[in-house]
């Protein structure tokens, strides 16, 4: 039922896109499937870097320097739709997904090289899927389930302890990295919750 709940948008949000695709200019057009195929060519290209640090391709600095190039480039596919003035339904359901699939995917991999507790994991996890179910019924009801400024900066503060991880695994600032981050998704999520019932009247 949950991952019902959590795809459903995915699905509106692409009918909605085509329905309305004849009043988006050429221009338009062209961006919305660029600005697709950056998102989904990031989270390919994560996985192949992702796939040869496995395997015992890459250095740890290279890892490192791949990983944050991936990382800086969350902003493009935006700035792309911005730039065209071409603003869609399926792509602000489809960014926020990729990007919750892409940190399921780097931390499962981290939790199976003994890089990352399960507890973790699991704490992030959960927080994700709750957050996008939110989001999910607050669109339904009000029409406004953008991700707010604490949602993109606890998701920033995950990239960076990922990353302090991956440079300096098992150490202190790994350590602090990993917990702030996970205490600034878990009080994203409560301004989450508290957003939703505010602007929908609902208890989640």
Known sequence: MIAREVLRPLAKGF???RGAWADYSPEQQRAIIEANIV???RFAARMIVEAAHSRGKLSRAQFVALESLLDL???IDGEIIRSAGAENAFGKVIDPFVDKLDFFVQELLRVLRGELDVATFLLRLGRDVTSTYLRTIQTEHCGDGAAQWWGKLST???SVSLR???AYPESKEARWA???ATGMLLGSLALSLYNYRK???HRA
């Open 199 to 201: 602007t929908t009247g």
């Open 39 to 41: 998102t989904l060519g």
């Open 178 to 180: 990993k917990h702030a």
């Open 73 to 75: 480039g969350d902003k």
């Open 156 to 158: 920033a503060v995950r």
């Open 15 to 17: 009918q909605d896109t």
């Open 164 to 166: 302090v991880g991956d």
